[in-house]
């Protein structure tokens, strides 16, 4: 199950929890860069199995598009398909929101992931974030 959160509600902890599980402790990404100030313009996903936050990520808009950002599952609960779970919700709150694209920046392991999703990479070399080597990847959105 995934439920969606603003940063006002308690739910907004699991998402945190999750990504500081995935991106502070396992990826060692300093905290101060994992939490920013696009918290609060962001609708964060949380992914559940059972009641227990297992995957998260974040949409916000910018410049017409929206983008997805710090999409993360724990290793306990990948290659199971809840990636492509999450993805598939935030594409739908996008199509919700009458956004005509989606952007994201994804970690180069994550490449081949995105593109089987439809993404296209649109950046000519990879970039550091965080660090981490990172291409942008963009798909249109079709409205159901």
Known sequence: MIKTYKTSEQGF??????RKDVFVREQEIDESEEIDENEDISLHFVLYD???PVGASRLREVNGEGKVERVCI?????KKGL????????????IDKSLPSLILYAQTKAEDFYKKLGYQTTSKEPFLDANIPHVAMKKVLKSS
């Not at 993805?87 to 709150?93: H, I, K, L, S, Y």
């Open 50 to 52: 059972n009641d227990k």
């Open 74 to 78: 724990l290793s306990s609960h990948r």
């Open 83 to 94: 990636g492509e779970e999450l993805m598939m919700a935030m594409e739908q709150a996008a």
């Open 13 to 18: 902890q699991d998402a945190l929890a999750v």
